[in-house]
C-alpha cells in the first residue's frame, strides 16, 4: 500500500508542472477565443441607415414638452448611429470633436448630407 501511495505522489509531483504550464500557455488563448464567440456582430449599413431614420423621426416629433434629457440622449443616440455609417461607409467626420451646439448641429447635418450621397436613405422621404 505505501509504494502506491508513494507512486501516486510521485505521478502527482511530476504531472502538477507540466499542467500547470500548459494551463498557463493555453489558458489566454482559450478565453480569446471564447470573447471571439461572444462578440455582437457589426451591423449592417442597411441596418444603420433604418436605425439613422428610426430616431430622426423620434427626433423630428419630439414637441415642446418633451424633457431635455430625452432630447438629448436621442441626439446622442443620433450621433452615435451617425459615427458608425461614417465608418462603415468610410466618410470623414469631426462629431466627435465638437461640443453641443450649433457647430454640431452644423456638422450634423454635413455629415448626413456625406451619408445621402454616399446612398444611405436617412429619411423617409
Known amino acids: ?3 502506491a501511495a508513494n507512486l501516486a505522489l510521485y505521478a502527482v509531483v511530476v504531472v502538477t508542472p507540466t499542467a500547470a504550464t500548459w494551463a498557463i500557455l493555453k489558458l489566454p488563448g482559450l478565453i480569446e477565443k471564447k470573447r471571439a464567440n461572444r462578440r455582437i456582430p457589426e451591423p449592417s449599413v ?3 441607415a433604418a436605425d439613422l431614420r ?3 423621426r423620434l427626433l423630428a416629433d419630439y414637441g415642446p414638452g418633451i ?3 430625452r432630447r438629448l440622449s436621442a441626439r446622442q443616440a443620433y450621433d452615435a448611429l451617425l459615427v458608425q ?3 462603415a461607409v468610410r ?3 469631426h462629431l466627435d470633436d465638437l461640443p453641443e451646439g450649433m457647430e454640431r448641429e452644423i456638422e ?3 455629415v448626413a448630407e456625406s451619408l445621402r450621397k454616399a446612398g444611405l436613405r436617412l429619411t423617409d422621404s
Open 1 to 3: 500500500m505505501a509504494i
Open 46 to 48: 442597411e441596418q444603420l
Open 54 to 56: 428610426r430616431v430622426h
Open 67 to 69: 424633457p431635455a434629457a
Open 85 to 87: 455609417a461614417c465608418a
Open 91 to 93: 466618410v470623414k467626420h
Open 108 to 110: 450634423r447635418l454635413t
